[in-house]
T-cell receptor, first 113, second 113 residues
Framework: KAGVTQTPRYLIKTRGQQVTLSCSPI?????VSWYQQTPGQGLQFLFE???????NKGNFPGRFSGRQFSNSRSEMNVSTLELGDSALYLC????????????FGAGTRLSVL | EDQVTQSPEALRLQEGESSSLNCSYT??????LFWYRQDPGKGPEFLFT???AGEEKEKERLKATLTKKESFLHITAPKPEDSATYLC??????????????FGQGTILTVHP
């Protein structure tokens, strides 16, 4: 069974640009969560989607947004990039029947110059 | 606010030297406590989930235990391939916890041959 797939693996952008990251969950998983990982703050929750609906959101500015499609694939978008947005962005999927165990992808490394 | 504190921040062991990692938490109604392993450049890999005080889980050289305030990850006779960052996370009960894990800063384990 294929794991969580995130694309692209690496991105370099400049300040002010916007970026879209993609996540394909494990087959059958309908919940997708996004996290930002930085050396200083560790892993921080961004938002969660289930059946195309955002059910939960972390403490990030409105520049961070996401969506989920009918096939459970998810995208997150960051507009007006800032230097501080440089981070590893991780996507995780879960199956409610498995008591919400989250399985992570390899992440997208975003560098903002 | 949910909080997770891991100690020590870094741990160096000789191959075969057993030790424990600590995860202290405060959460409003624990839904689950999760241990992950993260290798450099990769996403977190699920190890264990614990749901109630007194619960224990084992996998190869690792054993996780849970009390009402903390969890321990015991490593017996570690090998160099056990070197990684070990992350602890909690999920709170209630609707606001959908898809949200609160992570500690992690313990960087290095096992020397």
């Amino acid at each position: 069974k294929a794991g969580v797939t995130q694309t692209p693996r690496y991105l370099i952008k400049t300040r002010g640009q916007q970026v879209t990251l993609s996540c394909s969950p494990i087959s059958g998983h309908r919940s997708v969560s996004w996290y930002q990982q930085t050396p200083g703050q560790g892993l921080q929750f961004l938002f969660e989607y289930f059946s195309e609906t955002q059910r939960n959101k972390g403490n990030f500015p409105g520049r961070f947004s996401g969506r989920q499609f009918s096939n459970s694939r998810s995208e997150m978008n960051v507009s007006t990039l800032e230097l501080g947005d440089s981070a590893l962005y991780l996507c995780a999927s879960s199956l409610v029947a498995q008591k919400n165990i989250q399985y992570f992808g390899a992440g997208t490394r975003l560098s903002v110059l | 606010e949910d909080q997770v504190t891991q100690s020590p921040e870094a741990l160096r062991l000789q191959e075969g030297e057993s030790s424990s990692l600590n995860c202290s938490y405060t959460v409003s109604g624990l839904r689950g406590l999760f241990w992950y392993r993260q290798d450099p450049g990769k996403g977190p890999e699920f190890l264990f989930t614990l749901y109630s005080a007194g619960e224990e889980k084992e996998k190869e050289r690792l054993k996780a235990t849970l009390t009402k305030k903390e969890s321990f990850l015991h490593i017996t006779a570690p090998k160099p391939e056990d070197s990684a960052t070990y992350l602890c996370a909690v999920q709170a009960g209630g609707g606001t916890s959908y898809g949200k894990l609160t992570f500690g800063q992690g313990t960087i384990l290095t096992v020397h041959p």
